[in-house]
């Protein structure tokens, strides 16, 4: 697994350099950082200054140099909105946003996984096709309308819990059901038809001759296998649980990074538009490491591939 992990590993690096050139290249053409920070009312002689200041009358690739050597010692620029370092501030902000798609991904876990076994054991009933829509109601929802249905029907006509804001547990059960039900909604078809592929093995077929009770071979035979799949599910999950945590956070107000990006945007803060891109791809890198070694450890044979 050792091994493994290393090729995974050096695989990063470029990924990495790749996603930094992206970044700093989308922020350059984006807009002239001085014409944002400067009053409309700045003169010719204030713009030249700012802007050798930050370095902005150099090549492009000597910026991109700078920017690689100030990412390197965790500066990547201050916010001129906040009057603070970008990255502390986005710092600030990521564990409200963990919090909100740790609690989404293990919810759309608990609702996909037991709804797609029970699928997959009363295929082609009525409780089948009905699980079936609604994946693919879950699937084709904008979780932004979810949230909004979700306030008008569970916080505003009937009171039950928070309309915003980070708190308690009441506070994250609105914003963490818009964000999991669609991936609930792509998880629950995936584990009905590998674990349907999965029951039509040969050595399925050898645990039911042996008299074993169906539960045994659904649950410690064929399950083990069908969650492959959902680790891979998961793992692509991630950039778009982040993603849709940008939408989801502004609908409910809830103070993570999502909020702050769109915050940014708005304001044209790029310092905090670019710390936030960055450290929203080192988490969904973090996570796709994770779901490997999950995969070695459901699987050992895929270490030695």
């Known amino acids: 697994m050792k091994k493994y992990l290393f090729r995974r590993i050096l695989q990063i690096i470029p990924v990495l350099f790749i996603i930094t050139f992206a970044v700093f290249f989308l922020i350059h053409v984006a807009g002239d950082p001085v014409a944002m920070m400067l009053p409309s009312d700045a003169t010719d002689s204030d713009r030249q200054i700012l802007r050798t200041a930050l370095g902005l009358d150099r090549p492009f690739i000597e910026q991109y140099g700078i920017f690689l050597s100030n990412l390197a010692r965790g500066n990547l620029g201050r916010s001129f909105r906040y009057r603070e370092e970008a990255l502390g501030i986005v710092f600030e902000r990521l564990p409200a946003t963990l919090e909100l798609a740790s609690f989404s991904m293990l919810l759309a876990v608990f609702i996909g996984i037991p709804f797609g076994i029970w699928s997959a054991k009363a295929r082609n009933s009525t409780m089948d096709l009905l699980i079936t829509g609604v994946s693919v109601l879950g699937r084709a929802m904008p979780s932004f309308w979810l949230g909004i249905m979700l306030i008008l029907f569970f916080a505003v006509k009937n009171p039950l819990f928070p309309v915003s804001g980070r708190g308690g547990i009441e506070h994250i059960i609105l914003p963490g059901f818009t964000l999991a039900f669609g991936i609930a909604a792509q998880i629950t078809p995936l584990v009905r038809s590998s674990l349907l592929e999965i029951l039509q093995q040969d050595y399925i077929r050898t645990a039911r001759s042996k008299g074993l009770g169906e539960k045994v071979v659904v649950y410690k035979h064929a399950f083990r296998n069908a969650l492959i799949p959902v680790v891979s599910i998961m793992a692509v999950q991630i950039p778009g649980l982040i993603g849709g945590a940008l939408i989801t956070e502004t609908v409910f107000s809830w103070p993570g990074l999502g909020q ?27 996570f796709s490491l994770l779901a490997d070694v999950l995969y070695c450890i459901i699987d050992p044979r895929i270490q030695h591939r």
Do not use: W
């Open 260 to 286: 702050l990006v769109i915050q940014a945007i708005y304001g044209l803060d790029m310092a905090i538009v670019q710390a936030s891109v960055l450290v929203i791809a080192l988490v969904t890198i973090f």
